[in-house]
């Protein structure tokens, strides 16, 4: 329960974190404190002005970096049984090291674009990860050894959850680029770039992530349409089905709005924030796939004589 109730206020704090790193960026609060680990030479600076987001985001990342170690302890004492996740959970404690890692080389090295980008690319990894974690540790899951006839599984929404899952995380590491090699304005018109002064390259990353755009409608329309079929009246589904289309919606339209805003801070960071619930809805979908039996059995095929099919057992 304890492993449980860690992994999920990791989890909201880990989107917390996500959230005040894209002030940091929005801010232009990224070297604030040009030093690393200190911040002008002390660990408790003056929290006024750019300083504030960037230490902020500092505490919170180590906040964070606590609690996954904490998370990593209770899961490997606490599921001697289950090595898999045991190892899941000494997973996500190096993923985290490695961010602290990252985020110190953005500083130290002055923001390069490459280091900028895997920071960004490696805290959705982990976060994607910690809401697998949170599946496997909640009570009454499925246990370890169940026979696969009883769990169900449906593995064509898998299949096009995992393509899914990859195009929508492709898409936010382009997101990252395009942020951090300042294409964000390369193209200000809408849906044409529209006249622009900025250099070609520019332009083709910010056209790239367009395109991504239109592959993430794509593939997330296709994966809730294949969960339609396969799974009509599953509870859990049904919601997946709904929070994965607003959530598109709402992501297209904060990118749509980021162009017409000139990138106003509040609109790209919800951009970000929103990016990183759409993945956490795949995972989710993924895991919900794998243990069907903790949800719902899949429906019955039709009778041969046409009649209906019976309801879900959920």
């Not at 230490?55 to 209770?74: K, Q």
């Not at 929404?157 to 680029?177: E, H, K, P």
């Not at 859990?236 to 805003?261: D, N, W």
Request: proline share 5%; glycine share 10%; charged share 10%.
């Amino acid at each position: 329960m304890w492993a449980y109730r860690t992994a999920l206020a990791t989890v909201v704090a880990t989107f917390f974190l996500l959230i005040v790193g894209g002030l940091v960026h929005g801010t232009g609060a990224s070297l604030a404190c040009p030093d690393w680990p200190t911040c002008h030479g002390t660990l408790m600076p003056e929290m006024t002005g750019l300083v504030f987001y960037e230490h902020g985001h500092r505490l919170v990342a180590s906040a964070v970096g606590l609690m996954t170690l904490v998370l990593a302890g209770l899961i490997w004492t606490g599921f001697r049984e289950n090595p898999a996740l045991r190892w899941l959970g000494v997973t996500a404690a190096v993923l985290v090291i490695l961010q602290g890692l990252l985020g110190a080389a953005t500083v130290i090295w002055r923001l390069p674009p490459a280091v900028s980008t895997a920071h960004l690319g490696t805290a959705m990894v982990y976060f994607g990860l910690l809401v697998v974690i949170a599946f496997l540790t909640r009570p009454g899951r499925p246990v370890a050894g169940v026979p696969e006839g009883e769990l169900h599984p449906f593995p064509a929404i898998r299949r096009w959850t995992a393509v899914s899952t990859a195009v929508v995380y492709v898409q936010i590491v382009l997101g990252a680029v395009v942020r951090h090699t300042n294409a964000g304005l390369a193209c200000t018109g809408f849906p044409l770039c529209g006249e622009t002064a900025w250099p070609a390259g520019a332009v083709w990353v910010h056209m790239g992530h367009r395109i991504g755009a239109l592959l993430v409608i794509a593939a997330v329309v296709m994966l809730v349409l294949v969960i339609r079929r396969e799974a009509p009246l599953h509870r859990a589904f049904r919601t997946l089905r709904v929070a994965l289309l607003v959530m598109l919606a709402v992501q297209a339209g904060l990118g749509i709005a980021s162009v017409f805003t000139r990138l106003e801070l509040v609109t790209v960071t919800a951009h970000l924030a929103g990016g990183a619930a759409l993945l956490a809805l795949h995972v989710a979908a993924w895991m919900v796939s794998r243990e069907a039996n903790r949800f719902g059995t899949p429906l019955a095929a039709e009778t041969v004589t046409g009649g209906a099919r019976p309801s879900e057992a959920i």
